[in-house]
Antibody, heavy 118, light 107 residues
């Protein structure tokens, strides 16, 4: 069974940093691209970032480019999102998702809440 | 960026009804469209990919159609567990973009 479990969320002050993790199990992690999608309170879904199976290709939304870094450790079956220079508008539930070979997200984690506030 | 526009934004229906949600892309996305269901406080769940292919385990009362710029999600014979918010999303190119969502409520 495919499982994606996010961790690392919490309360952080504006300008601070946080690193999210997504532990994957139940599939061959190094065979799939992975992504992060977020949802601000009461709002819709917003794609944040994606990376390829090897981690060699990365993609970012303009809203986080230069501040967030996506990475993966295939030996640990774990996806990461390093978030720096956090802003109030980054407050959201962050979901990791597995990217099927054709491009869509076929499995989603349960989410991790990040709150940016003083 | 490709804009995705859903209609309606909200919809009231009864158990057993047939409902249709539409999604329009601002440019041709071929069939690179997925429909996503999200129940209140829960993680999203992908239902239909490639515009019309049912994800494994999804009931056959869900169906999708369309290609190019216009797409529809149809639920035939609404069940109580279907009341949720539905999103469309294009995945032909980055940045991936979502529709604003359609909230399906019980009448």
């Amino acid at each position: 069974e495919v499982q994606l479990t996010e961790s690392g969320g919490g309360l952080v002050q504006p300008g601070g940093s946080l690193r999210l993790s997504c532990a994957a199990s139940g599939f061959s992690f190094n065979s799939f691209g992975m992504s992060w999608v977020r949802q601000a309170p009461g709002k819709g879904l917003e794609w944040v970032s994606s990376l390829s199976e090897s981690g060699g290709n990365t993609y970012y939304a303009d809203s986080v480019k230069g501040r967030f870094t996506i990475s993966r450790d295939n030996s640990q079956n774990t996806l990461y999102l390093q978030m720096n220079s956090l802003r109030a508008e980054d407050t959201a539930v962050y979901y990791c998702a597995r990217r099927f070979w054709s491009g869509y997200f076929d499995y989603w984690g349960q989410g991790s809440l990040v709150t940016v506030s003083s | 960026d490709i804009q995705m526009t859903q209609s309606p934004s909200s919809l009231s229906a009864s158990v057993g009804d047939r409902v249709t949600i539409t999604c329009r892309a601002s440019q041709d996305i071929s069939n690179y469209l997925v429909w996503i269901q999200q129940k209140s406080g829960k993680a999203p769940k992908s239902l239909i990919y490639a515009a019309s292919s049912l994800q494994s385990g999804v009931p056959s009362r869900f169906s999708g159609s369309g290609s190019g710029t216009d797409f529809t999600l149809t639920i035939s014979g609404l069940q109580p567990e279907d009341f949720a918010t539905y999103y469309c999303q294009q995945y032909i190119s980055y940045p991936y973009t979502f529709g604003q969502g359609t909230k399906l409520e019980i009448k």
